[in-house]
Every structure is written in C-alpha cells, then in structure tokens.
C-alpha cells in the first residue's frame, strides 16, 4: 500500500513519488533511455518507443474502423476519435448461424 507522499521539489502529492521524480524532476540525460533523434530521456523503454513511434516516425497504425481516412498514434487516441466523431466505438457484427 502506498502512501500519498509530497514531492520536496514541486509540491504536488503523488502515490509514487519515487516515479514522478525519476521522470518530472530528472535531466534526460539522467534518465536510461534517450531518443536518438532528439535526447529526449525516458524512464522506461516503451516511453521511448511510444514516443519515437508518434513524434520522429509518425506511425499511424491504428486506424479508424468507420472508414474515415484517420490514423491514430495509439489505441485511446483512435477510440476517442470514434466516440466524438461516430458516437461510439465500431463494434463488429458476427453473424452466427446456427443451423
């Protein structure tokens, strides 16, 4: 169980404070990972990743199951693109025939 604490720097209360200093409070150059492109630094890989895919790369994989001609960067993002746009998320209709 952890305990809400204050961060000593900025004040704020976190549940994991020992993460939000590692990645608010650090240089990326002290962090583990750093962008290739940019320096940016990260606290874990698939920060690093996420960030390459969608900023240097510009992947779009995720795109929208309605037909639009939209790709997102990510899942969440392409789901709230469907709820807003659409009204809700694509649902896939399977037909089951039970004969």
């Given at each position: 169980v952890?305990?809400?604490?204050q961060?000593?720097?900025?004040g704020?209360?976190?549940?994991?404070?020992?993460?939000?200093?590692n990645t608010?409070h650090?240089?990326?150059s002290?962090k583990?990972y750093?962008c290739?492109?940019?320096g940016?630094g990260?606290y874990?890989?698939s920060?690093?990743?996420s960030?390459?895919?969608?900023?240097?790369i510009?992947?779009?994989?995720?795109?929208?199951?309605y037909?639009?001609?939209?790709?997102?960067n990510d899942v969440?993002?392409?789901?709230?693109h469907e709820?807003?746009k659409?009204g809700g998320?694509f649902?896939q209709?399977?037909k089951?025939?039970?004969?």
């Amino acid at each position: 169980v952890h305990m809400a604490r204050q961060c000593p720097i900025c004040g704020e209360i976190f549940k994991t404070l020992r993460v939000h200093l590692n990645t608010v409070h650090k240089m990326d150059s002290e962090k583990k990972y750093q962008c290739q492109d940019c320096g940016k630094g990260f606290y874990d890989r698939s920060k690093l990743e996420s960030h390459r895919m969608s900023i240097h790369i510009k992947s779009r994989p995720h795109r929208c199951r309605y037909g639009c001609d939209i790709g997102y960067n990510d899942v969440s993002n392409r789901n709230s693109h469907e709820k807003k746009k659409h009204g809700g998320l694509f649902a896939q209709i399977v037909k089951i025939d039970l004969e």
